[in-house]
């Protein structure tokens, strides 16, 4: 059976389709078959990024490893049971067409609450949650008191996470492994940084979940988005000195992606 990685976050901004993109395109660049789902219905960042790799490639003649985009398949109303909801239809047949050929199914959710971004986390494996480095960010995973230091209560998002594990348990499914991702770091070390990591840390303790780290702030990811490129691609596509920043933002796709131990993956770039 297919792995799936769910990158999630009900507030926008936060990084989730880059996060999605070169996770799922260095995946696929190690020599895994990889499948990618975009849930936001809108606006399909995502989506967005794979069709403009798929025509860039294609325009360029360049055969790099890519995942393989899928849109959710439409469904007949008629078709549905009683009480059925269509997109839990429309999901769980896009994941069961995909998962025979799929070593990974990466599916990335909306910046939102949404009947599909909740059934998705009950079908994560492992469940990848970009945060910005700010208080602003952290209040969607708990509540803090003024000096940010106590953590009051869990919020919205988390409940929801463990609404999806309660769930699988019942399912007799293996538990999500919940991985947060520091993600948009400034460089400076910012008394606000440790905090916001001294925070992260109490609260994972409590409510289960891992921290890695994620991408600093860099102006490379905003370009590399209208030829759906990634980090990995720079070389391929001609550029033959990296700078320090792209050198760095490499490491760092390559610490994200051991941080999440997926299994079977050898990080070899």
């Known amino acids: 059976m297919a792995h799936i990685i769910v990158v999630g ?3 926008g901004g936060a990084g989730k389709s880059t996060v999605s993109m070169h996770v799922a395109t ?40 890519s995942p393989y985009y899928h849109d959710l398949p439409e469904v ?10 269509i997109y839990d239809r429309r999901l769980s047949a896009a994941v069961a067409e995909l998962e025979p050929d799929s070593d990974f199914i990466v599916i ?34 708990a509540h803090v008191d003024d000096d940010g230091k106590k953590i009051i209560g869990p919020s ?19 538990p999500i492994d919940w991985v947060v991702v520091r993600n948009r770091l400034g460089a400076q070390q910012m008394v606000n940084k440790k905090k916001m ?29 209208p030829r759906g490129l990634t980090l990995l691609d720079l070389k391929d596509v001609g550029v033959k000195q990296l700078n320090i920043s792209n050198v760095a933002a490499r490491q760092e796709l390559r610490d994200l992606i051991k941080a999440l131990d997926l299994p079977g993956v050898e990080v070899d770039f």
């Open 9 to 11: 976050n009900e507030k």
């Open 26 to 65: 260095a995946l696929a660049r190690m020599g895994h078959k990889v499948s990618a789902l975009d849930l936001d219905l809108r606006q399909k960042t995502f989506g967005r990024y794979a069709e403009n790799r798929r025509k860039f490639l294609e325009k360029s003649g360049l055969g790099l490893a």
């Open 76 to 85: 007949d109303p008629e078709t549905l049971k009683q009480g059925e909801n």
């Open 108 to 141: 990335d959710c909306p910046g939102s609450h949404t009947r599909l971004s909740q059934v998705a986390h009950s079908l994560a494996d492992t469940l990848v949650t970009p945060l910005n480095d700010s208080f602003v960010d952290f209040d969607l995973l």
């Open 156 to 174: 919205v998002y988390s409940e929801m996470v463990w609404n999806a594990r309660q769930l699988r348990a019942q399912a007799g499914l293996r």
């Open 197 to 225: 990591g001294d925070a992260l840390e109490n609260l994972a303790k409590r409510i289960g979940f891992r921290t890695a780290p994620g991408f600093n702030e860099r102006v490379i990811f905003r370009e590399l988005f």
